[in-house]
């Protein structure tokens, strides 16, 4: 499976952002979904996983309440809305593909991920 992050730009604190992740090559019901994101200097780190399903989410501390992911698996799309956006939340954002078992099944852990997009570019001004 192919993956193609877009969405990101500048915003000012407080503002929002519409990250898409689209899957190509393989029906993107068949891997639970994560966003990852690495600031400048620091490690890559798990922001947010979804379920093949969708019905099961789990969230970082930094951003739960904030951020909210979906998935529409008839367009092979997963999506994050990010509201109330924080400098600290500037990063390139990647999305990632898990390819373990079950509906229910998601993962916050990297290693897990089986396929990952270029990274879409976040920047949150003071």
């Known amino acids: 499976v192919q993956l193609q992050a877009s969405g990101g730009g500048l915003v000012q604190a407080g503002g929002f952002l519409m990250l898409s992740c689209a899957a190509s090559?393989?029906?993107?019901?068949?891997?639970?979904m994560g966003w990852f994101r690495q600031a400048p200097g620091k490690e890559r780190e798990f922001v947010v996983a979804?379920?093949?399903?969708?019905?099961?989410?789990y969230y970082a501390d930094s951003v739960k309440g904030r951020f909210t992911i979906s998935r529409d698996n008839a367009k092979n799309l997963v999506s994050l809305r990010m509201n109330s956006l924080k400098p600290e939340d500037t990063a390139v954002y990647y999305c990632?593909?898990?390819?373990?078992?079950?509906?229910?099944?998601?993962?916050?852990?990297?290693?897990?991920?089986?396929?990952w997009g270029q990274g879409t570019q976040v920047t949150v001004s003071s």
């Open positions: 979804i379920s093949r399903s969708g019905l099961q989410s």
């Open positions: 090559g393989r029906a993107s019901s068949s891997y639970s």
């Open positions: 990632a593909a898990d390819e373990g078992n079950g509906n229910n099944y998601y993962s916050s852990i990297q290693e897990n991920y089986n396929y």
